[in-house]
């Protein structure tokens, strides 16, 4: 039989490969921009999504496990695909249109799902609702440096 860990963790892997189709002629664009002098942290910035996905799917598993095959826990389900959905977009979208303003909407609607969906996972899981707070606190961070980063390239709004 498949573990839930499993078909949670290779739905993770399959949007993250599927989301990564990104032309050079998009990072060319997206490199070339120029940063806020306080983004001195930008090298982390991959490790840290890597840690923020394995909460969220480690809160997915939990909630699995506490109510499985429930017509609420597949909604649920939906709405931490529809999370990483987003969030993975972020980079292909952006990079794709060359518009830091759909960068900045597109990490604001992660940081808005992420906050429903962590409430909606309290009523099953506060261990599962909790590990979804580095999502809340990291993505706003995100999204500011997206926001910020319009101001030094207006060329690319």
Known sequence: MI???MVIGIVVFVVGLASNLILPSDLKWFNRLQRPRWLVFERAIPLI??????????????????????????????????????????????CK????????????????????LALTVLQVSEPASLLLLPYILWSPIGTYTTWAMIELNPADI
Request: with cysteine.
């Open 3 to 5: 573990k839930s860990w």
């Open 97 to 116: 249109v060359r518009s830091l303003k759909v960068g900045t909407i597109i990490g604001g609607t992660g940081a808005i799902l992420s906050v429903i």
């Open 49 to 94: 999504w890597t840690v923020i996905f394995i909460c969220a799917a480690w809160s997915a598993i939990i909630v699995w496990e506490k109510e499985p095959g429930t017509q609420e826990t597949w909604l649920r389900m939906g709405l931490y695909l529809l999370l990483e959905i987003v969030t993975m977009s972020y980079t292909s979208v952006m």
